[in-house]
């Protein structure tokens, strides 16, 4: 069974209608009636009956449902520990930014950082955006953020923020 079916399935059955299911899960309520359908055809059973109160389970539902919920909160929990262990093993990032990076980006994205990485140093350098690029290629730093585009761009995997 597939996990996004599930955790539709959960959060239907937690919200009791297919729309604040849709809410809560950023889907349309088209998209979480394609997945309830595709989840029952895997099951070969109707798992909720529909009614103008929301939606009841069926028995089918009564006995999917605690395993499901089972299913998301071991998943869930192992996301938190492997993203705690990813934390953990981060001592220390270094950052290299331009200045007017720096005073843009970097203040939200830092206190991003000190809340998922407690225990690392941050150390950050400003430079332009060419030695910040040749120090990530390098090696000498993690991360850098630039706002004009680096003329020297060899073995730097860039990701556009924002134009």
């Known amino acids: 069974m597939n996990l996004t079916r599930l ?6 059955v937690r919200r009791g209608t297919f729309a604040a299911a849709a809410d809560a899960l950023a889907f349309t309520p088209s998209a979480v009636s394609q997945q ?7 099951a070969g059973a109707p798992l909720l009956a529909r009614d103008a109160a ?3 389970l069926t028995e089918a ?9 089972a299913i998301v909160g071991a998943v869930r929990a192992a996301r938190a520990e492997l993203d705690a262990l990813c934390a953990e093993q981060v001592r220390r990032l270094r950052i290299g930014a331009c200045p007017v990076a720096a005073a843009a980006v970097l ?11 407690p225990g690392a140093e941050i150390v950050l350098e400003e430079a332009c955006a060419d030695v910040t690029a040749r120090a990530v290629a390098d090696g000498r730093l993690d991360l850098g953020v630039w706002v004009v585009p680096p003329s020297f761009r060899s073995g730097v995997v860039e990701v556009v923020l924002r134009r």
């Open 54 to 56: 929301g939606v009841q």
């Open 61 to 69: 539902g009564r006995l999917l449902y605690p395993r499901a919920v």
């Open 107 to 117: 203040p939200r994205a830092l206190a991003l950082l000190r809340e998922r990485l």
């Open 36 to 42: 309830m359908a595709r989840l029952e055809a895997e």
């Open 7 to 12: 955790q539709t399935f959960v959060e239907v």
